[in-house]
């Protein structure tokens, strides 16, 4: 990870290297999940995650207002943060339609005051595995703005939409994508450490309005200087597509378009963690616990039967780790420039590293 | 006093020994053996049974099997002998690879004992892969139509190639393709891209033309609830300079989109028998110059499983007048168009384990694929017995390790079976012998191999005497592509 920047902070490179293609090749069990040929199963990301260069200027001293240009390999600017810097350790069902990632990327952003707009055009394919790159050829093919505001300390509003052209397919004849999203976002230091809250809405369409998918999420957590508490619900709906002689992967490219049909995913997940080592400077220890709970039901019951597929509709998985820190912060990936809010103060908790 | 002491004695002697208990199950013989597909291997599956003592027991009764690979074992239960031994003949199916039987004794230590054998291949000979023809990559390729010497590659939205293999309009040939046209047919009102998926050159025995290429476009689509795409036609009197002169754009159903799939022609009455996904399968009247919009040539329509339970692959019309289709939800079904309707003669609702997908039928036998997993993957080949007309289940060849049977066809003589599988270390081209329709025989097969790709469809030629194969791979790892097989002396 890197996070460095020189000409009084004008000048910013961010990056983050990112080793799942190693550890996690076949990428990690994750009720829901879907995206990059991969189903039920988190992808692994691409080893080069986030190479980010943006330069900025204030339009005074005093003002947080200013521009900023970025461009690189990351986040388009479109939805709500990676949720590799969220409280959780399982993604979200929603992370292939609330967020643009690990695409070649220029990002202009202007704000003034607590208004930022961001507009940025980047390569629509997705990754196919962890050591792929974008397509230079498609760089430009897609686009998509961001209109965030800042009414209050620490609360950050956005709207955002994207076009994306056959993210699904590299050659770029797939189908095209329509995204919306908006959400909320809190985050404020606390008596005894921090307290955050992300409210979400997205929303995806493909092939014009020929597939649609929803998802509303709410997530929270509490922090104080040792344990941590965190809560999310979602309930997003997902493709279900052919799935490869592999039943953790789906066929790429889809043929003819197609899918078997469309599922919609409800699930809870409450996490725990304790905050430990604190007093070593740098490192951080953070075991943890977390229990998911949901369920699954079809939206076009003909073509996908869960309980015939999986044997039941109902699921719950508990994961228990250790967070290990050492050295920087994991900085807040999908902003750039003056995009990035600045944050509340807070204190040295490691419980930080697990949201920044 | 004596007397009785004696006949105590004897009365002791003369008594049974206490019957044995059976305690466990094992295999004595029979297991890893060979055999050709529908033949008997070599010696009988032998199981043993014993006592704690391991001692045999006999007047157990043994329950056989099979587990894998579509055989048959007989007798399905016999009794262990004075040995411990009980015995059942195991045929093969006509399954790729190992196939299992079992012996079964409920209670028994062991049970069920597991023989397995292999399945060899009733050619010697290999298919050989005479030509590899790029398609470009916009997106793939998904079918060929060979007629008269001249291959047309349906490529997605590279359009519909047409190749000289033997025609000898351009000197091309099986192992050297050349194309002498091409043309990129128009998108409908639901989908955009051209999405060129199959096709059906007309040769019409009336008038001895053959000026109508019929090109079905395949846009996106949800399993029982929605497709997308028409029926372009095509001029070909011009094969270098095909023109696209009338189209057919189907109604939606219940609100939703209805788009092509598969054809079958009845050439002699100028009927086009198109399988339409969910508006289920629709006969066109394509006699006389095509022009414009077709919408007015619909003769009927039928849904076979009703509403929210039709979705249809294929359709092909057998030598009695018979139509078959096969639909992806609700399986292998026998209609009938008479006097201007069609109706549903039987079958139907009989495929639940996996979704349904190409189909073929020869004299009294049919076949049908199928794809992907709603209970059990979807890799068998499903065997119909169609001597009464409607499909009764006869068998399932299983080839191992694929995702997807998506394309099979019988040679014109009935000799032969080509099927084509994706997805999964087994994917590749597979020809079997129909010595026996309803229990067809490995022949040779052919790897194209990938967890995401393989061959997505075959389609029979036959050019200058050889047997030929014209395959459609995936665009997946490797580029789409036409690959030529020639199978003359596997299948002979």
Not at chain 1, 213 to 236: I, K, N, P
Not at chain 1, 311 to 320: K, L, V, Y
Not at chain 2, 284 to 293: A, H, M, Y
């Amino acid at each position: 990870m890197v996070d460095a920047s020189t000409f009084n902070g004008q000048l910013r490179l961010t990056g983050m290297a990112n080793l799942e293609g190693l550890t996690i090749p076949d990428g990690v069990p994750s009720m829901g999940a879907w995206g990059e040929g991969f189903v039920d199963r988190r992808h692994p990301h691409t080893y080069a995650h986030e190479i980010m260069l943006s330069g900025q200027q204030h339009f005074s001293e005093e003002t947080v207002s200013g521009a900023s240009f970025a461009m690189g390999k990351g986040f388009a600017p479109f939805g709500s943060d990676d949720p590799m810097v969220r409280p959780f350790l399982s993604y979200p069902v929603n992370h292939h339609l609330a967020q643009i990632l690990e695409r070649l990327v220029a990002v202009v952003a202007v704000r003034a005051g607590p208004v930022i707009a961001e507009a940025g055009v980047f390569n629509g394919d997705e990754p196919t595995g962890p050591d792929d790159w974008p397509e230079l050829s498609r760089f430009g093919d897609s686009w998509s703005g961001r209109l965030t505001l800042l009414p209050l300390p620490g609360l950050e509003v956005q709207g955002s939409y994207a076009e994306l052209n056959s993210p699904e397919h590299e050659g770029g004849e797939g189908l095209d994508q329509t995204k919306w999203s908006t959400s909320a976002r809190l985050e404020r230091a606390t008596r005894a450490g921090r307290a955050y809250a992300l409210l979400e809405w997205a929303s995806t369409e493909e092939g014009g309005d020929v597939f649609a998918y929803h998802s509303v999420l709410a997530e929270a957590a509490l922090h104080g200087r040792v344990l941590g508490l965190a809560y999310r619900f979602e309930r997003t709906e997902r493709p279900e597509e052919q799935r490869a002689d592999e039943p953790f992967r789906t066929i790429r490219p889809q043929l003819d378009n197609s899918i078997l049909g469309r599922s919609r995913w409800s699930i809870h997940t409450v996490a725990l963690d304790a905050a430990l080592a604190d007093d070593w400077p740098g490192l951080s220890v953070a075991p943890f616990v977390e229990v998911s709970a949901g369920r699954v039901t079809s939206l076009t019951p003909a073509s996908f039967d869960p309980v015939a597929f999986y044997g039941r509709d109902t699921f719950w998985s508990i994961t228990a780790g250790v967070r290990i820190g050492l050295g920087m912060r994991l900085h807040r990936m999908g902003r750039y420039g003056v995009a990035l809010p600045e944050m509340p103060a807070h204190d040295a908790s490691p419980h930080h590293e697990m949201m920044h | 006093m004596l007397l009785a002491v004696a006949l105590a004695a004897c009365s002791d002697s003369t008594e049974p020994p206490p019957s044995p208990t059976p305690t466990a199950v094992t295999a004595f013989d029979g297991d890893n053996q060979q055999a050709q597909a529908a033949v008997a291997l070599p010696q009988p599956l032998r199981a043993r049974v014993t006592d704690a003592e391991a001692q045999p027991v006999s007047g157990v009764t043994v329950s056989w099997s099979v587990v894998s690979g579509g055989g048959s074992v007989s007798p399905t239960s016999s009794v262990t002998d004075a040995n411990g031994i009980a015995a059942t003949t195991f045929t093969l199916g006509g399954h790729a690879g190992a196939q299992t039987a079992q012996a079964a004794v409920t209670g028994l230590t062991g049970s069920p004992v597991v023989f397995t054998a292999t399945l060899i291949l009733t050619s010697s000979h290999d298919i050989a892969l005479v030509a590899t023809v790029p398609i470009p990559p916009n997106y793939g390729m998904h079918d060929t139509y060979v007629r008269d010497g001249l291959a047309f590659a349906f490529a997605w939205n590279t359009g519909v190639r047409i190749y000289d293999v033997g025609n000898g309009i351009a000197g091309g040939t099986p192992a050297a393709p050349a194309r002498v046209g091409s043309l990129v047919t128009n998108g409908s009102v639901d989908a955009t891209d051209p999405s060129v998926h199959n096709g059906w050159w007309f040769h019409n025995p009336a008038t001895n033309e053959t000026r109508y290429l019929f090109v079905g476009q395949e846009g996106p689509g949800s399993i029982g609830t929605s497709s997308r795409g028409d029926i372009h036609v095509v001029d070909v009197s011009d094969l270098a300079h095909p023109v696209e002169v009338a189209f057919f754009h189907h109604a939606p159903v219940d609100g939703q989109p209805a788009g092509v799939h598969n054809f079958w022609m009845d050439e002699e009455h100028a009927i086009l028998y198109a399988a339409y996904y969910n508006a289920g399968v629709v006969a066109l009247d394509v006699s006389g110059t095509l022009s414009g919009d077709l919408s007015s040539r619909v003769i009927d329509e039928i849904r076979p499983g009703g509403a929210g339970n039709t979705y249809v692959w294929g359709v092909m019309l057998a030598g009695d007048g018979s139509l078959y289709a096969s639909d992806m939800l609700s399986g292998f079904w026998h209609l009938k168009l008479q006097s201007g309707a069609f109706s549903v003669l039987g079958g139907g609702n009989n495929v639940a384990q996996q979704f349904t997908s190409d189909l073929w039928v020869h004299g009294g036998a049919g076949y049908s694929g199928t794809w992907e997993t709603r209970t059990l993957p979807g890799n068998d080949v499903k065997v119909w017995n169609l001597s009464s007309g409607n499909p009764v289940a006869s068998a399932a060849i299983a080839i191992p390790d694929v995702g997807t049977i998506s394309d099979l066809q019988v040679s014109d003589d009935g000799r032969w079976m080509a099927v084509t599988a994706e997805y999964g270390t087994g994917a590749g081209l597979y020809v079997y012998s129909l010595a026996n329709p309803l229990v067809p025989a490995l022949l040779a097969s052919f790897p194209v191999a990938s967890p995401s790709g393989g061959l997505h469809t075959g389609t029979i030629a036959s050019i200058n005497g050889r047997d030929y194969v014209f395959a459609a791979r995936d665009p997946s790892p490797e580029s789409p592509a036409m690959m030529i097989f020639d199978v003359t002396e596997a299948v002979r």
